[in-house]
């Protein structure tokens, strides 16, 4: 483990990151009042803990987004997981491995095998952490909603979220309803059928995937339309899966804490309430 700045970086695999090989590509970062990372090396999780006499045992892995090709890690991540902080709750940034690297030997698995790493890493270490193992769930803002929705829906034995909070989230890679460079940046340009339909979320909800919360505005026509969360929520209902959305008549798309926007800025106080249910 290594120190941050403010939070706790923990290599997803420090004895070797599987499906990779050795390129010459460097990560990216680029600092604004963002920070957005791309071409990423060697996956990462950033723990950032409450204080202990707030602590309430809940951890939340963050995917930020950015289309499969870059990552939103400030605004979609750590602002998050400071806000989670604020109510008791251990926030935990995950930095994964985004399918265009050149790195990759199967890319379209890795973003899901470094999310699943990330969960199993969380729960060996929910002592020193102070979380319950049983409270561990998964959030992803719009590509990394689909990041999110694949692990709610396509999760092996030991990797399954407790809950799942999905971001204006892509959740189809059919043509129709999804969000093109998503889909083109995991998938390929020209994905057959069957890949098609194992990565649409949609398809894949079971009566086993964990309680989940969505939030979408319902002008985000430029980029994730809003009938990804509409699909969702409906195969949700009918597999008796425990559900909660809300939609916001304006927003678009990557609006974030949304702080300053008059009532959509309340999403996340809805968020706290569901996940306060949870408990």
Known sequence: MLSAQEGIVVKLWPDGIPTQQIVQEEENVIVTDNVRISNVQDPTIEVFLPDRSEANGQAVIICPGG???WQSYKKEGVDMAKKLNAHGIVGIVLKYRLPNSKSLIEPQKAPLMDAEQAIRIVRSTAEEWEIDVNKVGVMGFSAGGHLASTQATHFSEDSRPDFAILVYPVISMKKEV???GSRRNLLG?????????YYSNELQVSTN???????HASNDKAAVVVKNSLLFYEELVKNDVTAEMHLYPTGGHGFGLALGKGHLSTWSDRLMEWLTSLN
């Open 67 to 69: 289309s499969y090709k």
């Open 178 to 180: 999804t969000h093109g």
């Open 189 to 197: 340009e020209n994905p057959d059928q069957g890949r098609i339909k």
């Open 209 to 215: 995937t964990p309680p989940t919360f969505l939030v």
